[in-house]
């Protein structure tokens, strides 16, 4: 599997290189000597603001550079997500934006892009104020919100172009423009998943996923009866609390440019909306109901004698459905893999993943949030987790055909 998904250990510094390094250099961390002088967190933060900068250098450079200033907050703005819950909101299908070659080929190039300072100084109070809302956790920390982060990116960068919608297939045009642009590498092509900057930063921001996290289980918090659990109706507790801590804060008047960046017109706010809501679903792994849902819709999209992809096709559904359908899917699947990024890498990271996790369970359980002593079967569990999640989750990744080895 570690040819296959390879590990994401690389450090990854402002300037999006990378470079092998030990857990604590994972994100540039080693830095310049300013950098020493700022805190873990706040050098994190440093390394997630330069990372979303890029992505909305991209964002401004696919809709022709243009950055209009919209009024907070909208009408739209005000009344999304208020209809439900936040698991209410899933959706099997989300419609990707397409782009013709066209389009591609007169694209500026992102790093033409001046981010100004003041999106900048929103962003970085945004992330800043997203750490502080971590609670001090061994595993489910701000760390590990950016090792999925750079997971994630790792693994948007490994997408190879087998999309043959979007006019940019193999051989369709040349692959750089007139003006040096690498087409194939910006747009990535698989389903239109890196076709749209939009995505990549929905699915990267996705690494809120574990705001607020109480260190126990969603069940534990049914058990409980927590506050929470009856907002969410006992399903997916953490994951919707995180969506909408993270998103209402979003919605505040101090990031009204930094919104202004990420989506221009209802449509995109829509699109922004679905994918932070299907990706950060996607990371309850354990509910038994949305896992069966999880793996008939890869059945559905991916089976080469599903009956039940048969019947949808039966049904009159559209290329472009199917083709959304499998990039819905993928997505979910790649925070899933980037969620437990730590299983998939050099042991040393693996290892000190592991042991965050398990003083974290063991933590739960001193303080009479956990039924049983996780260190009487710890590793009989990680090697169940492996069988049963780690691996097919891997081969699910290598038989979607669209990660290549970089």
Request: hydrophobic share 35%.
């Amino acid at each position: 599997m570690k040819s296959e998904i390879s590990t994401v250990d690389e450090t990854i510094d402002s300037d999006g290189g990378e470079s092998t390094g030990d857990n604590s250099g994972e994100f540039g961390l080693g830095g310049s000597e300013g950098t020493h002088k700022l805190t873990k967190t706040e050098r994190l933060v440093q390394w997630n603001v330069a990372l979303l900068t890029s992505l909305l250098q991209q964002i401004i450079a696919s809709r022709g550079g243009v950055v209009k200033q919209i009024k907070p907050p909208s009408s739209e703005e005000r009344t999304i997500g208020t209809n439900g819950t936040v698991l209410e909101e899933f959706t099997p299908i989300i419609p990707l934006k397409r782009f013709e070659a066209q389009d591609l080929q007169q694209r500026q190039r992102p790093s033409s892009i001046k981010i100004s300072d003041k999106v900048k100084c929103e962003l970085r109070g945004y992330l800043s104020n997203v750490a502080s809302m971590y609670k001090d956790n061994p595993f489910h920390s701000f760390e590990h919100a950016s090792h999925v982060t750079a997971s994630v990116k790792k693994l948007l960068t490994r997408i190879v172009n087998t999309d043959e919608t979007n006019g940019l297939a193999k051989g369709s045009i040349k692959s750089k423009s007139s003006n040096g642009l690498d087409l194939v590498g910006l747009a990535g092509h698989s389903y239109g998943i890196t076709s749209d900057p939009l995505t990549q930063f929905s699915v990267v921001f996705s690494a809120i996923h574990d705001v607020d996290h109480s260190n126990v289980p969603n069940s534990q918090l049914v058990k409980e009866n927590t506050r929470s659990a009856q907002m969410y109706k006992s399903k997916s507790v953490a994951e919707q609390n995180s969506v909408e801590l993270a998103w209402d804060m979003l919605m505040q008047d101090e990031y009204e440019e930094l919104r202004a960046c990420i989506y221009q017109t209802k449509e995109d706010l829509h699109r922004f909306r679905q994918l932070v809501v299907n990706t950060v679903m996607a990371t309850d792994i354990v509910d038994k109901e949305l896992q069966a849902l999880r793996k008939a819709r890869w059945e559905i999209a991916f089976s080469e004698t599903s009956a039940l992809r048969d019947l949808v096709s039966g049904a009159g559904e559209s290329e472009t459905d199917r083709e959304n359908r499998k990039a819905t899917i993928v997505i979910e699947h790649l925070i899933q893999a980037s969620d437990v990024a730590h299983t998939m890498q050099h042991w040393h990271i693996c290892k000190s993943w592991n042991e965050k996790f398990f003083v974290e369970c063991y933590q739960a359980y001193q303080q009479g949030r956990a039924d049983s002593d996780p260190s009487e079967d710890w590793y009989k569990g990680e090697v169940g987790f492996f069988d049963y999640y780690v691996i097919p989750l891997a081969k699910k990744l290598q038989s979607c055909g669209v990660f290549g080895v970089s």
